[in-house]
């Protein structure tokens, strides 16, 4: 090695991340809660409703110094027609990757590994009259897709989604949303006009006064939820169900579908009544 010749030569370009994606927009909703859009891979085709794989280079390995990508499974927030890919997240002060993609800029690259899987999809379900979206926390993510998605209003009458959260602020992102499709010209135009009517937004609170307090699963099994939207109890004839909050919230209210209102899950290769996803948190 000649070393006069690796110290003066240019620098070179450093080469762009694997399966890189451009961020073109980052929103702080929260102290503990960020969204951010950035471009998307011309070949990516997904169902909305699905999950990819996003994250950053990590640090070098200690030994090889290779650096490593260090990626987690995230749910798309944006629908499939979108042009850019939108994602929804939590920021853990100590979270390997969330502690550093909390910092992410417009410009940046962000690593998106594009093969699109999940459960949350209408495929995974059989027709019905009436669909719920049950979340908790960033567990919203996959529902921004499929409440900007044509298919939800075509194959539903009803579109119930509930949002428990701790804090009254965790809850904006997903009012937001819903209150920004009365207005998307768009969507009011491609799936039709007043096509919003059909939902109905059920946030609730647990650690922070609210309208309505408590988490959706009691206010379920006490029937104040139904009470409060004016639909009966869930029923396999009529009711579809997709689920994304934290493991317990997925397990109770999986045993309340099965157990209470005969519902059955559902799968890609075998639809149902109800599907579940977790929200990953980091
Ligand atoms: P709670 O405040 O009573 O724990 P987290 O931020 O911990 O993921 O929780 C998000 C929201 O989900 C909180 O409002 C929390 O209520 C609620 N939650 C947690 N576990 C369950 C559960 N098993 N059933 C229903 N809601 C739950």
Redesign the pocket.
């Known amino acids: 090695m000649n070393p006069v010749t690796e110290a003066t030569a240019p620098e070179a370009k450093k080469p762009a991340l694997p399966d890189a994606q451009t961020v073109t927009q980052v929103k702080h909703w929260t102290d503990r809660l960020f969204s951010f859009r950035c471009t998307r891979p011309a070949s990516l085709r997904f169902r909305s409703g699905e999950f990819v794989m996003i994250g950053l280079m990590g640090d070098p390995h200690p030994k090889t110094g290779k650096p490593k990508p260090l990626l987690r499974a995230y749910s798309i927030a944006s629908p499939s027609w979108d042009e850019e890919m939108e994602f929804y997240s939590i920021k853990v002060p100590d979270g390997p990757l969330t502690s550093k993609l909390q910092h992410i800029e417009v410009g940046d690259e962000i690593i998106l590994r594009p093969k699109p899987v999940g459960t949350l999809v209408h495929d995974a379900l059989l027709p019905g009259k009436r669909i719920w979206f049950f979340a908790?926390?960033t567990g919203f993510a996959p529902f921004a897709s499929l409440l900007r998605e044509p298919q939800t209003y075509e194959d539903y009458d009803e579109v119930i989604i509930t949002h428990?959260?701790?804090e009254v602020g965790e809850l904006t992102y997903g009012a937001e949303l819903i209150e920004s499709l009365k207005h998307d010209e768009l969507l009011n135009e491609v799936i039709g006009e007043g096509f919003w009517k059909k939902i109905k937004y059920y946030p609730t609170?647990?650690?922070e006064e609210s309208p309505k307090m408590g988490?959706?699963?009691d206010l379920l099994r006490s029937g104040e939820a139904f009470e409060d939207l004016g639909v009966p109890p869930l029923k396999p004839e009529t009711d579809r169900a997709m689920i994304c909050?934290?493991l317990?919230?997925n397990q109770?209210l999986k045993a309340l579908f099965e157990e209470e209102y005969g519902l059955e899950e559902g799968a890609n290769s075998k639809p149902a009544h109800y599907v579940v996803e977790k929200a990953f948190l980091d």
Do not use: K, L, S, V
């Open positions: 908790t926390g428990t959260c701790r609170t647990t650690r988490r959706i699963t909050g934290n317990a919230f109770e």
